[in-house]
């Protein structure tokens, strides 16, 4: 029995974090793994009604499970997600792009994972704002930089052995520094190649020329920034999971924001199936269960097999399926997957 902590978050959140819920649950339970499911409250609506974003019996919860599924929350980013990466040590946010089966994009052969350094920088949270003034400090240790540097060169060497290095050291030293220990780390990848561009460049080369990048590896802003671009290139967000990691905690969310205005049935539940698709991945592999990583895979199938078929997509896709009709869908792959 594994003990997912599930933050349901805001807007269509709580919708697709349950259709997920559910069907990674049936999933599990067909290769015979029990999940129990803990609801940590926490977000907007939350702080709300509470006072706070993340009350402690949410944080409580949290650091007791197994691994966090989590889905989008609106303006309290900072007291929630941003908060749990660096109190939880989850020093590397994992987000993947690539084109998808049935995804309508103006590029093909795009594959890069977007490998961002998750405590430190701007989003330290080490801020004031004062009546005539706001200041930010701009953190990076050679800990953090080296440690991100590590993951992304790791998984470099599984991919097509290439890093490319986004900093922006001609105007802030502190990115050069940055840039300074990720090419000291590269020395001992000698089968990695190693590019860097300043970030600007890099927005511009990834709508011109894409497919160029293998593993982009950026301090925590530039990141979240080029994230949405990232996920733009390959047709929409909604279909973009993530993953923030530490040595002994994963959290999986979708790289998108709680869509406010979305009626929740018309969301594309995709990028939080493929945040829990990532989230069975990195259970498997921690707690060396096999079940996991195969429900993960088979996860991962279905939903590529229902966006290739065309038949059932949401809205952003061109299809008029509800989300719930979508997930259903999903678990009908997954059960022909399964025989
Ligand atoms: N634009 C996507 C979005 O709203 N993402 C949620 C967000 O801002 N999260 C904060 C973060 O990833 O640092």
Excluded at 330 to 338: N, S
Aim: aromatic letters at 8%; one cysteine or more.
């Amino acid at each position: 029995m594994y003990r997912i902590s599930v933050i349901k978050g805001d807007g269509i959140g709580p919708h697709i974090v349950e259709e997920s819920c559910r069907l990674v649950d049936w999933l599990c339970k067909r290769l015979g793994v029990e999940l129990e499911f803990a609801d940590a409250p926490a977000g907007d609506a939350v702080k709300e009604e509470t006072g706070s974003a993340l009350p402690p019996e949410s944080l409580e919860t949290i650091m007791k499970s197994d691994a966090c599924l989590k889905g989008p929350v609106g303006e309290t980013a900072r007291d929630v997600i941003v908060f749990l990466r660096q109190r939880l040590d989850l020093y590397a946010n994992i987000r993947p792009f690539k084109n998808m089966p049935g995804v309508r994009s103006k590029w093909s052969g795009v594959d890069f994972v977007v490998v961002r350094e998750n405590t430190e920088d701007v989003y330290k949270s080490v801020e004031d704002v004062g009546v005539d003034y706001a200041v930010a400090l701009l953190v990076v240790s050679r800990r953090a930089a080296e440690r991100i540097a590590r993951v992304a060169f790791d998984m470099a060497e599984t991919r097509r052995r290439k890093v490319t290095v986004v900093h922006k050291s001609n105007v802030v030293r502190a990115y050069g520094f940055f840039r300074d220990v990720c090419l000291e780390v590269a020395k001992n990848y000698r089968d990695v190649v190693v590019d860097e561009m300043y970030v600007d460049n890099a927005a511009y080369q990834m709508v011109l020329n894409p497919q160029q990048f293998d593993i982009v590896l950026t301090p925590n802003m530039f990141g979240d920034i080029l994230s949405d671009l990232a996920a733009g290139v390959v047709g929409t967000i909604g279909i973009a999971g993530s993953a923030n990691v530490g040595d002994r905690f994963g959290l999986f969310e979708p790289v998108h924001g709680s869509a406010p205005t979305l009626n929740p049935e018309q969301a594309n539940p995709t990028g939080q199936l493929l945040a829990a698709r990532m989230m069975l991945d990195w259970m498997g592999r921690f707690k060396q269960d096999k079940r996991l990583t195969e429900a993960g895979e088979v996860l991962e199938r279905a939903v590529y097999n229902v966006l290739s078929e065309g038949l059932v997509l949401t809205m952003d896709l061109g299809g008029s399926a509800t989300c719930s009709q979508f997930v259903e869908e999903v678990r009908k792959k997954a059960e022909t997957l399964l025989r």
